[in-house]
């Protein structure tokens, strides 16, 4: 097997082994990242020079006696996590030349344990879209068909991933940006509970949705890296306590017995028909595997979509005030006096899509409309988390598809906001509750493109979620695929 292809796993097994060195793995994924991502521009910024002295420091590491399961193993960053050092532009012209002071907990954490940075990845600006057709450094493409979009917010680390330039990649799911993405491009990612891992040097998008999580080409990848990044983190007030757990110790666990609820709401209007068809056929494969499959109703579902698109502006247009022009932002030139500069660095520094954002949500919290739009909005939100409360009573997980289609075609819907923020309509209820959820490949279309489904459960079931797409993926070889070998597999 060539370097590229091997999963975090088996890179961990050939640093023991001796087979190669991290030095050896990171220089040959430094030669594929410069050889495909000019095609592909998943990344913003690569770190080859750094990369190389990093998988120097894990090698000495190894050769002293240090073991840890991610010493030597390559990562890439979503550009929305601060790295000291290297530059964080979020994907917008208004951070274009930020460099932030200090690593955020995820990267510092990644750090500690010896993985490699290979650099940064491309998003949607500011992680608000759909297709990653929103960044200022223009858009990424999928590797199964370059015509179409990697998925968005964090369509760098999917397509990344699908493409072998990366073996592990971080994400951030506000609405559902680790897992769409996961779904469009074949690989797996998970949105973990929120809480579970720290918000602290992620650049705020939606704070009471905003959670980073892992993204790779399987399950158990994902609980290799769960193990590094889920901790308490005194930095992030809305940190839990308890947020570390025993991920990639839990992976073998039976689903003799699990109780697996099926919402009828993922599965009606806008479902394309071969989705649905390949999520039924993994249902069927979970009763195999002894799970009992049950219905159950998520009937608040249908305000998912609008909910999201009152709260998550309205938690964006505050957070977003920060970027003034005057600090560590793009500042415009000459300008008359201080509001001048604060109107024209704003409006040169944000893309449409994040000044549309900016927009609806200082409307909705603006006197007069805040009982309207917002408070009714946090009303709604409770109704969606108590769905989930009582499906949970009855059921262990909750499984559907990830998306209502497979990746659609660059340009599809970037003049369609609705249509383009309807592509997340059974990703945005699991945030609005906080519950943790894993999208992991299921099968294909007829055009050859992945289909994703998605595995939800109740808070802190990461750990179970992690483990039931572990199995799956024993039984299965969907995740094995990869574009360039479609008839394999
Ligand atoms: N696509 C959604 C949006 O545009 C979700 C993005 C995200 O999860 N960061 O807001």
Known sequence: MEIHELSIQGIRQALVSGQYSSHEITGALLQRIAEENPRLNAFVTVTGELALAQAKVAD???????????????????DIFCTR??????????????????????????????????????????????????????PVRNPWNPARVPGGSSGGSASALAARLVPAATGTDTGGSIRQPAAFCGVTGLKPTYGRVSRYGMIAFASSLDQG???ARSAEDCALLMDAMAAHDPLDSTSHAQADGQFYAGLDRSLEGLRVGVPEEFFG???????????????????????????????NNVHAVSTYYVLAPAEASSNL???????????ASCPRDLTDLYTRSRYEGFGPEVRRRILVGTYVLSAGYYDAY?????????????????AFAEVDVIVGPATPTTAFALGDKSNDPVAMYLADIYTIAVNL?????????????????????????????DEQLLAIAHQYQLQTGWHLRSPGQQGRG
Request: net charge positive; with cysteine; glycine share 10%.
């Open 321 to 331: 005030a920060r970027f003034d022009g005057v600090r560590y932002t793009r500042r």
């Open 213 to 215: 999580g892992p993204m």
């Open 85 to 138: 050092g290297v530059r964080t532009t979020c994907a917008s012209r208004m951070l274009e030349n930020f460099v932030a002071p200090y690593d955020a907990t995820v990267i510092r954490r990644l750090q500690e344990s010896g993985m490699v940075m290979l650099g940064k990845l491309n998003m949607d600006e500011f992680a608000m879209g759909s297709s990653n057709e929103t960044s200022h450094f223009g």
């Open 374 to 390: 917002y408070l009714q909005a946090q009303k709604v939100r409770s109704l969606i988390r108590e769905d989930f409360r009582r």
């Open 269 to 299: 209007e806008g479902l394309d028909p071969q989705v649905a068809e390949a999520v039924q056929s993994a249902i069927r494969q979970f009763e195999k595997m002894g799970a009992r499959i049950r219905k159950v109703h998520l009937p």
């Open 433 to 461: 509750a906080g519950i943790p959820a894993i999208s992991l490949p299921c099968g294909f279309d007829r055009s050859g493109m992945p289909v994703g489904m998605q595995i939800m459960g109740n808070y802190f079931a």
């Open 60 to 78: 000495s590491r190894r050769a002293r006696g240090e073991q840890g399961p991610l010493l030597g193993v390559p990562v890439a960053h979503k």
